[in-house]
């Protein structure tokens, strides 16, 4: 009999056409569309454990999930096989053993999304599958300053979703990037964890900088108050990625 | 009674749900989607005439239409009167009145095509719908090399799909620019005017030159031939974008 291996997946997914990552019964979802490929290659039905869940329209550049199999073929050429059979809009990017305990959920990781904005007098057609346009012209000064005050550890109450299960709204975030290149604005946010649309109400209240509805500083008032009210509107999920997950292997 | 006045629309479209640009009975086109947008804001039936007829699935950031009208509407509100009534993968980026005798097609024009390459080992799925994923490595400055040989005027009947109804296959070709960003290759190139699939098949020229299936030196051995078989394969539409159009108003 063959030994049980764990084996880790680097996924890649356009969520545009996906009710989110998480499978729900009856709907398209990435993690479905996975759990279905690896039981045709492997001939066992599977349910992979993943890094994140993200939500629907939500793309993702290098979520993880694991899956334990017996079958006699190399960790490596896995991606290949699975890539053969997933849709087109979903490619795994790598595949690896790891240890029979890895859970990529129950590991301290740093995770990056990306929020892209395309700020210019009329939609680009080019790229409102992937970007949330906005035609105000944006202060991008105002916006970085306003962003300082959500760094590190805060009750992040006002930049949660109703709906969360979170046992906590304590979380911590590292850094938040502003850049612009031309129509081009991107908020790059990295933390240890994110509430539910926690990154697309950051950015929702940060465009409210920007243009001038909310002043920088107000950002601290709206923080303290914990009351999701108070911040701004939560930004449309196609211009949200999951960029990256750092962890220790 | 109100003056007829001629209106120039810059137009921008994501191709890749389209049977190209050109009307055709019974196909969904961005002409045809054009023509019954006008006509339903000016209530007149509409054929407009455009600068460049792109393939099925080739983008366009900056294609002309011109049609004439009298209604009385301020020339650059019809930009935002169209969009309101046009899909959200075609955007009028501007409206503007111009002389009655304006043609798009009968002036000297300069375009600029950028096709994109994805280039790493897997697809990005964020990037399949706008450029051509190849896993081949490539040799850039080759195939800069290669684009030498096709700068100037020369006759393209090698890089022109069959097909082609033009009486002349002598074109110009002003600059190719190859770069580099991580995967991601631009090949942008400028010219007075291009035949049925050349720029496609360049890329797909280039792209045998970056693979090492032909040196940089056999491209002036392809141009001098005047035979499509002996250039690379035509490089799929969806890579293929229209950047930009000069004219003399």
Redesign the interface.
């Known amino acids: 009999m063959a030994d049980t291996k764990r084996i880790l997946l680097v996924v890649?997914?356009?969520g545009s056409d996906y009710h989110g990552w998480q499978a729900q019964e009856g709907k398209k979802t990435i993690e479905g569309e996975l759990n279905s490929a690896i039981e045709k290659l492997t001939g066992n039905k599977t349910e992979v454990i993943s890094a994140s869940r993200t939500d629907a329209g939500v793309?993702g550049?290098c979520n993880l999930a694991v899956f334990d199999t017996d079958m006699n073929i190399e960790p490596s050429n896995i991606?290949r096989a699975l890539?053969s059979i997933l849709p087109?809009?979903?490619?795994?990017?790598?595949s690896l053993e790891v240890d029979a305990d890895f859970h990529p959920r129950k590991r301290k990781t740093s995770k990056t999304y990306r929020y892209k904005i395309d700020n210019e007098?009329?939609?680009?057609?080019?790229k409102?599958?992937?970007a949330w346009f906005v035609s105000y012209e944006l202060d991008i000064d105002k916006m970085r300053q306003a962003a300082g005050y959500l760094l590190g550890e805060h009750d992040f109450s006002s930049f949660c979703a109703a709906g969360s299960t979170a046992q906590t709204h304590v979380r911590s975030i590292d850094s938040i990037e502003i850049t612009k290149n031309g129509p081009d604005i991107c908020i790059d946010v990295t933390g240890g964890g994110f509430l539910y649309n926690m990154v697309r109400i950051i950015t929702g209240t940060l465009v409210d900088v920007g243009r001038g509805r909310i002043e920088p500083e107000n950002v601290k008032d709206i923080l303290e108050a914990r009351d999701r009210t108070k911040a701004g509107l939560t930004a449309p999920p196609q211009g949200l990625?999951l960029m990256n997950i750092e962890w220790d292997m």
């Open positions: 890649a997914y356009d793309h550049l991606s890539n087109s809009d979903i490619v795994v990017r790598r007098s009329y939609p680009d057609p080019l409102t599958r992937y990625t």
